[in-house]
């Protein structure tokens, strides 16, 4: 007696590295919220309370550190 079953095609394994390797990366990536909280709180305060008629000229350095810290964990800001 044959079988009359489907054949169903089996998943190649080329289709799961790629996606755990996704997933890993992903997973190892903070998320931008969770960085750099230091530096974006003192940004922030300098940028509230600044006196200057430019804050964002007033706090250049502030917002440098800012940005290199996040830069530092694959963030474009």
């Known amino acids: 007696m044959a079988s009359t079953a489907a054949q169903l ?3 190649g ?3 799961t590295p790629t996606i755990t390797a996704q997933a890993t990366e992903a997973a190892s990536k903070p998320k931008p919220c ?5 530096e ?3 940004r ?3 940028m509230l309370f600044s006196n200057a008629a430019d804050p ?3 706090c250049q350095s ?3 550190q ?3 810290c996040m830069a530092g964990f694959g963030f474009k800001v």
Do not use: M
């Open 13 to 15: 394994s080329s289709a």
């Open 62 to 64: 502030t917002i440098s």
């Open 9 to 11: 095609p089996s998943i």
């Open 66 to 68: 800012y940005r290199s």
């Open 34 to 38: 969770c960085v750099c909280k230091d």
């Open 56 to 58: 964002q000229q007033d």
């Open 40 to 42: 974006k709180s003192k």
């Open 44 to 46: 922030d305060e300098c």
